[in-house]
């Protein structure tokens, strides 16, 4: 008994780890399957979204009139198949039970004041002249400016054609580029790829080696702001790219052109300073009621002063009334103007087209 009773007391002096039974370690919750969505195979495009709890799920596709319905399986995932998808670059987004979102496994979201949608990049063999090509690269700069306008910080970016930095005597001709409403100074390179849209176009010996300037033409629309932009574009990042680039001076070396908002910034600003910008591009853009009243006075000197105008817009634009106006307008001017009408709407890859289209054209000799 007394060496029972020596055992059971040793038992009871021991340190409590020995006294307690080990705690399981906690289980790691599951993870949910990755979802690759869009998934592009053989000219098929798969998109998939999960939402176990949504009752009815669409994808719309920039560019398709009626949304593409999706399916739902027993683990709640959503898919949809789409085989007619031409090479292209595609906007689209989900709805959800009457929500729109972006595709929440997709990282390349549209850029943008209010980015709403996904990218969806259908590739092209061979590669088509918005896509990355085995040739040489520009490379993008980004400038930063304090607005004398607005007393804030902006930006803009540069395109720097390949081969600038090479020739140490040579000077650039340079087109500012105008983005649209809603979009930010990244926009014609992250959308509209005119980075490479430029370096194919060099590489083929289709344009004049120039530098592309994209400043951010959005400012406040209250009133007293509507000569922010005229303002900084002309007292402000001109003189600083022509400070710190080998640029060519003069109207006959600048080109201004731009889509929607900013093919309307064009037709204001670039109009009304002739004498600085020799070649105009408006890209799905019009004129206002007014307009011939505020500019009729420059349309006067236009063919004159000017070596291009050059417009573009698709046949189911909203803005293709303005537009039927400004032609009107050129004409009851006798403005020589070159104008160019595509199927499609208001969209990027009519844009990019244009973009394209444009630039062999600039600064090159009369009758060319």
């Known amino acids: 008994m007394r060496f029972l009773a020596l055992f059971f007391l040793a038992v009871l002096s021991l340190p409590e780890v020995f006294a307690q039974a080990p705690t399981p370690a906690p289980r790691r919750p599951e993870r949910p399957e990755r979802l690759i969505s869009p998934e592009v195979v053989s000219g098929k495009v798969n998109f998939r979204l999960n939402a176990p709890k949504a009752q009815q799920v669409n994808v719309k596709i920039n560019g398709r009139k009626e949304p593409v319905p999706m ?8 898919s949809a198949t789409v085989e007619d998808l031409a090479p292209e670059i595609y906007d689209y987004r989900f709805e959800v039970d009457g929500l729109t979102i972006p595709d929440p496994s997709n990282a390349r ?30 490379v993008v ?9 607005l007393g804030i910080s902006r930006t803009f970016h540069v395109y720097i054609p390949p081969g600038y930095g090479q020739q140490p005597e040579a000077r650039f001709p340079v ?20 980075n490479l849209i430029a370096d194919n176009l060099l590489a083929a010996g289709k344009m004049k080696p120039m ?16 000569a922010d932009f005229e303002t900084d574009l002309l007292q402000e990042i001109v ?8 640029v060519a001076g003069g109207a006959k070396n600048r080109a201004l052109a731009g889509l929607s908002m900013g093919g309307f910034q064009t037709l204001d600003v670039g109009v009304k300073h002739m004498d600085q910008f020799a070649w105009l591009g408006v890209f799905s ?10 500019h009729g006075q420059y349309l006067d000197k236009a063919n004159d002063q000017l070596a291009l105008l050059w417009t573009g817009i698709g046949e189911d634009d909203f803005l293709l009334a303005s537009e039927k106006k400004m032609e009107d307008l050129f004409n009851e001017k006798h403005v020589k103007f070159s104008p160019h009408v595509s199927k499609g709407g208001h969209a990027w890859n009519n844009w ?17």
Do not use: C
């Open 71 to 78: 399916q739902k399986d027993e683990k709640g995932i959503w």
């Open 109 to 138: 979201a549209t850029t943008g004041i209010r980015p709403d949608s996904s990218q969806l990049e259908v590739p092209a063999n061979p590669p088509e002249f918005w896509e990355a090509q085995n040739v040489p690269h520009g």
């Open 141 to 149: 700069a980004i400038h930063r400016f304090q607005s004398k306008a």
């Open 175 to 194: 087109l500012y580029l105008l983005h649209g409403s809603g979009d930010l100074d990244d926009g014609w390179m992250v959308i509209g790829r005119a």
């Open 211 to 226: 530098l592309i300037v994209m400043p951010d033409g959005t400012y406040p629309r209250e009133a007293g702001h509507e």
């Open 239 to 246: 003189p600083t790219v022509e400070k710190q680039y080998r």
């Open 285 to 294: 853009a019009g004129i206002r009621d007014n307009y011939a009243e505020t």
């Open 352 to 368: 990019r087209h244009y973009l394209h289209d444009l630039l062999p054209l600039l600064f090159q000799p009369a009758g060319q």
